[in-house]
């Protein structure tokens, strides 16, 4: 569980100190921040498309495992070091490149970190359990870096976050040394006839589809806020560094919270209710953030990035076990035995996508045109969509959704 505490540490990092450090100290448009948040996302999502197309299992996985995070923890640390590159085009190169490259790192040790826990037990209960405590190991890493990063940003300066983050990934590798290879295929392999299956069958089901859609828009909105909440913070409220850190250290030990939550929740498979509750409290994530942008009120604010906190926490592992219980139930034969690797790789696909989107799109080439607040206004009404469009395939008369919650999967 370290390898995801570690790709949490390195996923949060960022957030709360670099488009502050690029904007003032290398004049930086807000697009190329946009850009630099979200090149991580764009070799995440490469990597997991290429694991569902060439996915098999042997001992490949536990040096492939090893040698991601070895390279993920590298480039976190050269990422840092380049903030001394004075060049502006230089250095916004650089950081775009080993951006990415942490992004490659962190896509091949989550597809086959899930590939090592589908493969401890076949009782799927347990998989459930395993999925959620590994979303809570990374948003444990998610609350970790900022915390500890903004004590080490007022002690000893920026570049020092991404060295203490990058050599954590020894931790990890050396964990992973004595864990024995899986050798054998028999949860690690598509059958013989699934060669011309992709993922995309998934998304024949609408209500999944639908499901993903608010995963993405979930994502959008977190890509976002990654990329200008640090910002918009220092500039309108005229917090510094330190302060703005502790505010997302806090928002992300609610949302570590939160994920333990998801634990139980998950386990006793009752996940489309809790998937109901993620809609609600998006819904008023930006209804308070929007009331609080107006008004200047920053502890409505902070209370919108707190809800936002728990909306993007549950919402990952969800999303996974709605997408398994699919390829359970409907696709088994073509997937042989694989559905918690293959739904988790989907998944992240997915969530990197969003957040790609959100980073780059939302928060860097529309935020050049238009404020905080108008942005906001265009996710509130997704939202509204995605919640209103839930709501009419639950109801209707031809509807599955009741197979859904609650699913016993002993």
Do not use: D, Q
């Given at each position: 569980m370290c390898l995801y505490t570690y790709e949490g540490m390195h996923d949060s990092l960022l957030a709360p100190f670099f488009p502050i450090q690029a904007k003032l100290h290398h004049n930086s448009s807000k697009a190329f921040i946009g850009l630099t948040m979200s090149s991580v996302d764009i070799g995440d999502c490469a990597v997991n498309i290429v694991f569902l197309l060439f996915y098999t299992s042997g001992k490949i996985y536990k040096y492939s495992l090893i040698?991601?995070?070895i390279i993920s923890g590298f480039a976190v640390v050269v990422f840092g070091l380049c903030d001394l590159i004075s060049n502006r085009y230089l250095y916004e190169i650089s950081q775009v490149f080993f951006r990415t490259l942490t992004g490659v790192g962190a896509g091949v040790s989550f597809c086959l970190g899930i590939a090592f826990l589908s493969s401890i037990t076949d009782n799927q209960s347990r998989k459930s359990t395993l999925v959620s405590a590994a979303f809570t190991s990374y948003f444990t890493?998610?609350?970790i870096a900022p915390f500890?990063?903004?004590?080490?940003?007022?002690?000893?300066?920026?570049i020092s976050l991404f060295i203490f983050v990058g050599s954590c990934a020894i931790?990890?590798?050396?964990?992973?040394?004595?864990v024995r290879p899986l050798e054998t295929c028999k949860n690690g392999q598509f059958s013989k006839d699934s060669n011309n299956?992709?993922?995309l069958i998934i998304f024949k089901n609408l209500y999944i589809l639908q499901i993903c859609f608010s995963l993405f828009v979930v994502n959008n909105i977190w890509g976002f806020i990654d990329s200008t909440f640090a910002w918009f913070l220092f500039s309108t409220f005229k917090l510094d560094e330190y302060i703005i850190g502790w505010i997302f250290s806090i928002g992300s030990f609610l949302g570590l919270v939160s994920s333990v939550v998801a634990i139980y929740v998950n386990s006793k498979n009752l996940f489309l209710l809790n998937y109901y509750l993620i809609l609600a409290f998006q819904l008023l994530q930006l209804i308070i953030?929007?009331?609080s942008t107006v008004t200047r009120n920053l502890i409505a604010l902070l209370s919108g990035y707190a809800i936002h906190s728990y909306a993007r926490t549950m919402i990952g592992g969800t999303n996974i076990l709605c997408i398994r219980w699919y390829i359970d139930s409907k696709l088994s034969p073509k997937f042989n035995g694989n559905s918690t690797t293959v739904s988790a790789a989907t998944s992240n696909i997915i969530c990197v996508l969003?957040?790609?989107f959100g980073s780059f799109f939302y928060g860097g080439i529309l935020f050049e045109y238009l404020s905080f607040l108008q942005i906001l206004f265009i996710f509130l009404f997704q939202a509204v969509l995605s919640t209103v469009a839930v709501i009419l395939l639950s109801f209707s008369k031809d509807s599955k959704v009741k197979e859904l919650n609650p699913i016993n999967f002993e």
């Open positions: 040698v991601s995070v890493g998610i609350a500890v990063g903004t004590i080490l940003f007022k002690a000893m300066g920026y931790i990890p590798s050396s964990c992973l040394v004595p299956c992709s993922s953030m929007c009331f969003g957040r790609m």
